[in-house]
């Protein structure tokens, strides 16, 4: 059984920082590449930010230089560190797990996702 446990959203001014967590089970997590989508209606799910197993990281242009992706292998947990969030980053954000390779990542498995909402 795979689960991936989303936390940490809610509503922030724009400036603000908020920090996502994803916890894991079922999964050998630490051989896993990890990612960050989100929804916001209207608009096409969009990958924000994806980990390797071997800690590369890769973002969005939307939130490079103010997003952070980590993960701490013990705990079999991913985050999101979110600074200077904007209104346009209001959105449903997803945990996922899934392979990257050639460049690109590929989603298998998803949370269930956290409500972000960023006020003017």
């Known amino acids: 059984q795979v689960q991936l446990v989303e936390s940490g959203g809610g509503l922030v001014q724009a400036g603000g920082s908020l920090r996502l967590s994803c916890a894991a089970s079922g999964i050998f997590f630490s051989m896993n590449a990890m990612g960050w989508y989100r929804q916001a209606p209207g608009k096409q799910r969009e990958l924000v930010a994806a980990i390797t197993s071997g800690g590369s990281t890769n973002y969005a242009d939307s939130v490079k230089g103010r997003f952070t992706i980590s993960r701490d292998n013990a705990m079999n947990t991913v985050y999101l560190q979110m600074n200077s969030l904007k209104p346009e980053d209001t959105a449903v954000y997803l945990c996922?797990?899934?392979?990257?390779?050639?460049?690109?990542?590929?989603?298998?498995?998803w949370g269930q996702g956290t409500q972000v909402t960023v006020s003017s």
């Open positions: 996922n797990s899934g392979t990257y390779y050639s460049g690109r990542y590929y989603p298998a498995n």
